[in-house]
C-alpha cells in the first residue's frame, strides 16, 4: 500500500536530549513537510523539502534540524536547543509544489 | 508570516444541521486544500481546490475556491455524528512553495 509513515507513534525523551523523528513515504512525492501541532492550535510548519539535498526552513525551525539524503525519508531531529518541544509532530507529503499535501499518523513527542 | 483567518473557532450543532465554514487571508493563495482531524491521527485530505471560482462536492462536502483567491469556504450538509472532529483550511500560497494552515474548526454534534 502505498502511504506516509511516522514512527514511532510517542516517544518520550529526558530534557536535554537529541531525539530523531522518521518519516517515510513511498508515493514517489518530490515535496516533505514537517509540521508542529500544539493543543487547540493549527499546524506550524518547520521545515520543507522540495527535492532530494535540498530543504528550507519553515516559521518555526529553531531548535530542530532535518536532512533529505533520499526521496522517500525526512527525518526530523528535535535539538536540545528546542524550549519547548512537547507537541504533536506532522510529517507530509505531496506530488511537487502545486499539489495537495498528504499526511502521516504524526509522532506525539513528549520531553520529561 | 502570512496568516490565514480561520472560522468559527467551533461550533455546536444538532445532528442533520448544516454547516458552514471558511477562510479568509489578505494574501493570493494558488491553491485551497481542506483537511479533517481527528483525536490523534494525521489530518486526512477532504477536497482540493485549484482554480478561482472552483466549486467542488466530496458527499455532503461542497468547497468552493473564492474568486478574488484570498478565500475560500466549506460546507456539511445534513450532519451525522461522524462529521465531529476539527477541519482545517490550508493554502498554498502564489508564488510561494508553502502550504499554510489555518487554526481549526472544532465542530460538536449534539445528539
Given at each position: 500500500d502505498g502511504g506516509i509513515t511516522q514512527s514511532p507513534k510517542y516517544l518520550f525523551r529526558k530534557e536535554g536530549q537529541n531525539v530523531t523523528l522518521s518519516c517515510e513515504q513511498n508515493l514517489n512525492h518530490d515535496a516533505m513537510y514537517w509540521y508542529r501541532q500544539d493543543p487547540g492550535q493549527g499546524l506550524r510548519l518547520i521545515y520543507y523539502s522540495q527535492i532530494v539535498n535540498d530543504?528550507?526552513?519553515?516559521?518555526?525551525?529553531?531548535?530542530?534540524?532535518?536532512?533529505?539524503?533520499?526521496?522517500?525519508?525526512?527525518?526530523?531531529?528535535?535539538?536540545?536547543?528546542?524550549?519547548?518541544p512537547t507537541a504533536f509532530y506532522l510529517c507530509a507529503s505531496s506530488m511537487d509544489r502545486n499539489t495537495e499535501a498528504f499526511f502521516g499518523q504524526g509522532t506525539r513527542l513528549t520531553v520529561v | 508570516g502570512q496568516q490565514l483567518n480561520q472560522s468559527p473557532q467551533s461550533m455546536f450543532i444538532q445532528e442533520g444541521e448544516d454547516v458552514s465554514m471558511n477562510c479568509t487571508s489578505s494574501s493570493i493563495f494558488n491553491t485551497w486544500l481542506w483537511y479533517k482531524q481527528e483525536p490523534g491521527e494525521g489530518p486526512v485530505l477532504l477536497i482540493a481546490l485549484y482554480k478561482?471560482?472552483?466549486?467542488?462536492?466530496?458527499?455532503?462536502?461542497?468547497?468552493?475556491?473564492?474568486?478574488?483567491?484570498?478565500?475560500?469556504?466549506l460546507n456539511i450538509s445534513a450532519s451525522i455524528p461522524s462529521d465531529v472532529g476539527i477541519y482545517f483550511c490550508a493554502g498554498q500560497l502564489y508564488r510561494d512553495d508553502k502550504i499554510i494552515f489555518g487554526k481549526g474548526t472544532r465542530l460538536h454534534i449534539l445528539p
Open positions: 530543504f528550507q526552513k519553515g516559521d518555526i525551525a529553531e531548535g530542530y534540524s532535518v536532512s533529505r539524503e533520499k526521496k522517500e525519508s525526512f527525518p526530523l531531529t528535535v535539538t536540545s536547543a528546542q524550549k519547548n | 478561482a471560482g472552483e466549486l467542488t462536492s466530496n458527499g455532503r462536502l461542497t468547497a468552493q475556491f473564492g474568486i478574488t483567491r484570498k478565500d475560500s469556504f
